[in-house]
């Protein structure tokens, strides 16, 4: 059977895999050399400008009358050639992203593990230069600054959204407004089945939380409103419906968000509780 016959299997049978059938399943790759070059790259690009700034002007600094105050203020010196660094990291990382599409567009998709697929060997360069990237900004003091990252690099994303206490992929996700992620919870859009790698965009609609150590599989798509369950795993192209919660591996409804009273007098059942004698009254009692 040849390549091209084999790959049109595995895009048939997308829709039937259940990564909790593969507890090895992760979506590391290898780098090509030309990547781990380009990390190299950024990173002394990156570096190179604050050095310029520091060496210029150290001797002025150090001669300054000044001097106690350039020593008193040596943390905003410090933060500052730090954001410069930062900054110019995603700057020249996005120059290299923006050079790399135009060479090859990004694609979803099944792809061979092979540098000699086009679509996989581009996906290794974009992500080595993305997670350099991210790592550094992750690090940041700040934790708005992945949020503002993600936005440069053309991510989806909003500055009330929780993403730093887990791990996101870094392309074909899009998140929504005021998302909270759990802590070591992961949502990839991309992951390795056999010597396949799926590309598929995942979709996280508005207020929406995922527990902690949860996985969010390629192509899943998250209403909103909606929440993932601690531990719980969804399928490759799985739906979550928006205001219900999900579990277990893999996910499956589990309740409504908010439940609605079927009393026709709402008002009249909700009720308060005495701390001191445990008593409960009518909310709208004085």
């Given at each position: 059977?040849?390549e091209?016959?084999?790959?049109?299997?595995?895009i048939?049978?997308?829709?039937?895999?259940?990564?909790?059938?593969?507890?090895i399943t992760?979506?590391?790759?290898?780098?090509?050399?030309?990547a781990i070059?380009l990390q190299?790259i950024?990173h002394?690009?990156?570096?190179?400008?604050?050095?310029v700034?520091?060496?210029?002007?150290?001797?002025?600094?150090?001669?300054s009358?000044?001097?106690?105050?350039?020593?008193?203020f040596?943390f905003?010196?410090?933060?500052a050639?730090?954001g410069?660094?930062?900054?110019?990291?995603?700057?020249?990382?996005k120059?290299?992203?923006?050079i790399?599409?135009?060479?090859?567009?990004?694609?979803?998709?099944i792809?061979k593990?092979n540098?000699?697929?086009?679509?996989?060997?581009?996906?290794?360069l974009?992500?080595?230069?993305?997670?350099?990237?991210?790592?550094i900004?992750?690090?940041?003091?700040f934790?708005?600054?992945?949020?503002?990252?993600?936005?440069?690099?053309?991510m989806?994303?909003?500055?009330k959204?929780?993403?730093?206490?887990g791990?996101?992929?870094?392309?074909?996700?899009e998140?929504?407004k005021?998302i909270?992620?759990?802590?070591?919870?992961?949502?990839?859009?991309?992951?390795?089945?056999?010597?396949?790698?799926?590309?598929?965009?995942?979709?996280?609609?508005?207020?929406s939380?995922?527990?902690?150590?949860?996985i969010?599989?390629p192509?899943?798509?998250?209403?909103?409103?909606?929440?993932?369950?601690?531990?719980?795993v969804?399928?490759?192209?799985?739906?979550?419906?928006?205001d219900?919660?999900?579990?277990?591996r893999?996910?499956?409804?589990?309740?409504?968000?908010?439940?609605?009273?079927?009393?026709?007098s709402p008002?009249?059942?909700?009720?308060?509780?005495?701390?001191?004698?445990?008593?409960?009254?009518?909310?709208?009692?004085?």
């Open positions: 059977m040849n091209a016959n084999d790959k049109e299997i595995k048939e049978d997308l829709n039937s895999i259940d990564i909790s059938n593969y507890p992760t979506n590391a790759i290898i780098y090509p050399k030309i070059i190299i950024l002394i690009a990156s570096l190179l400008i604050p050095s700034f520091i060496l210029t002007f150290f001797e002025s600094a150090m001669n009358q000044f001097f106690h105050w350039r020593v008193l040596l905003i010196d410090i933060l050639w730090w410069i660094y930062l900054l110019t990291t995603l700057l020249i990382g120059l290299i992203l923006i790399l599409k135009l060479l090859h567009q990004p694609k979803e998709g792809f593990i540098y000699g697929d086009r679509d996989y060997y581009f996906f290794c974009r992500i080595s230069v993305k997670k350099l990237i991210f790592w900004w992750n690090n940041f003091c934790p708005w600054a992945t949020n503002f990252a993600f936005k440069i690099c053309n989806r994303a909003d500055f959204s929780t993403l730093f206490d791990w996101s992929d870094l392309e074909f996700i998140y929504g005021n909270m992620l759990g802590q070591g919870a992961l949502v990839s859009s991309s992951i390795i089945i056999d010597d396949y790698i799926i590309i598929k965009k995942v979709i996280i609609g508005d207020h939380v995922l527990g902690g150590n949860c969010v599989a192509g899943t798509v998250i209403g909103k409103n909606c929440t993932l369950g601690v531990y719980s969804t399928h490759i192209n799985q739906i979550l419906e928006p219900w919660i999900y579990i277990g893999p996910a499956r409804k589990y309740q409504l968000t908010s439940k609605e009273r079927e009393s026709k008002k009249e059942d909700i009720k308060r509780r005495i701390v001191d004698t445990g008593e409960k009254i009518p909310f709208n009692n004085n």
